[in-house]
C-alpha cells in the first residue's frame, strides 16, 4: 500500500525547488561559504536533499541519512545560520510553488529546522547542548539548603 503523500507536491516541483534554493545558496554571502567547506559536486548534493525532501513530503523511501549528525559534525553550521536558510527557502517556495504549497512546506521546513538547530553551536559558545555550561554554573551558584 502506497501512503498519501503529506504535501502533495510533485517530484519536478521538489527538483525545481532544491536547485533553486542551492543555486541561490552557492551566491549567497553568509550561507554561500558554510557550504563550499563541504560541497564540491553540487548535483550529487541536491540529488541527496531531493530525495531528503521526497522522504519527508512524499513520504517515499530512498533517503536513509542522517541530517542532525551531519550538520552537527560539518563544524561550521550554526543556529544563526537557520534564519537565513528559512528565510531563503521560504522565498523561493513562494517564488516557485501554489501559496497554499509553499505555505504548508515552509511550516515543516520551520519545525524540522527547529529541531536541527538544536544542539549546534551558537556562535561563541562551545558545541553540544546549546547553554549547558551556563545552566550548569548558574545551577553551581544556587545555595544549597543543608537540613538542620
Ligand atoms: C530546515 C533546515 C535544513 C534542512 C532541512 C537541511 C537538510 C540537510 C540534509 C538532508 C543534508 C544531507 C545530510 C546527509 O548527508 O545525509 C544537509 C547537509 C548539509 N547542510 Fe543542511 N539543512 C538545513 C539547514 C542547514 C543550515 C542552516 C546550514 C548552514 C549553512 C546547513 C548546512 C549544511 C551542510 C554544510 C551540509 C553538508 C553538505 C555535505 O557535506 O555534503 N544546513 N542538510
Known amino acids: 500500500m502506497t501512503m498519501p503523500p503529506r504535501i502533495p507536491v510533485t517530484e519536478a516541483q521538489i527538483d525545481l ?3 533553486e534554493f542551492y543555486a541561490r545558496v552557492r551566491t549567497h554571502t553568509e550561507l554561500g561559504p558554510v557550504f563550499a567547506a563541504h560541497v564540491s559536486d553540487w548535483p550529487a548534493h541536491e540529488k541527496k536533499i531531493a530525495s531528503f525532501w521526497r522522504n519527508a513530503l512524499l513520504l517515499h523511501r530512498g533517503y536513509d541519512g542522517n541530517p542532525m549528525r551531519v550538520h552537527q559534525g560539518a563544524g ?3 543556529q544563526r545560520h537557520f534564519p537565513l536558510w528559512l528565510a531563503l527557502f521560504d522565498t523561493v ?7 497554499p504549497l509553499a505555505r504548508s512546506w515552509s511550516a515543516l521546513a520551520h519545525r524540522i529546522g527547529r529541531g ?3 544542539g549546534l553551536p551558537a556562535e561563541g559558545r562551545p558545541g553540544g547542548i546549546p547553554n549547558l555550561g551556563e545552566a550548569l554554573s548558574e545551577a553551581s551558584a544556587i545555595p544549597v539548603r543543608s537540613h538542620e
Open 76 to 78: 561550521n553550521v550554526q
Open 17 to 19: 525547488v532544491v536547485s
Open 93 to 99: 517556495l513562494e517564488q516557485e510553488l501554489p501559496q
Open 116 to 118: 536541527l538547530s538544536y
